[in-house]
Nanobody
Framework: VQLQASGGGLVQAGGSLRLSCAAS????????MGWFRQGPGKYREFVAA????????WYKDSVKGRFTISRDNAKNQVYLQMNSLNAEDTDVYYC??????????????????WGQGTQVTVSS
């Protein structure tokens, strides 16, 4: 499975961005999908995840109510709508896919495939 993330950019605090992740080369509809972010010298941290069928979603506490993860299995895409962005959201964002729907989806460990990352910069 290959993942291609896009949609990052520079936005002012309080603004919005929508990240997209396109999957190819596998059966997208069986994959649990996640978004992570990582800054210089920091661990890769969980942001959001969505089950293979879109029924269940999970979020990092600090993004609840601001970020929304969704997916379109017909288009092999997962999205991260980010609203009310602040400077602490500045990072490189990565999409990831978990083949087995592991229980520890808030850790990067279970994920089998990773996209290349897209930079999000929020100016204050």
């Amino acid at each position: 499975v290959q993942l291609q993330a896009s949609g990052g950019g520079l936005v002012q605090a309080g603004g919005s961005l929508r990240l997209s992740c396109a999957a190819s080369g596998g059966t997208f509809s069986i994959l649990t999908m996640g978004w992570f972010r990582q800054g210089p010298g920091k661990y890769r941290e969980f942001v959001a995840a969505i089950s293979y069928n879109g029924v269940s979603t999970w979020y990092k506490d600090s993004v609840k109510g601001r970020f929304t993860i969704s997916r379109d299995n017909a288009k092999n895409q997962v999205y991260l709508q980010m609203n009310s962005l602040n400077a602490e959201d500045t990072d490189v964002y990565y999409c990831a896919a978990d083949k087995y729907g592991s229980s520890g989806i808030k850790s990067p460990v279970p994920y089998d495939y990773w996209g290349q990352g897209t930079q999000v910069t929020v100016s204050s």
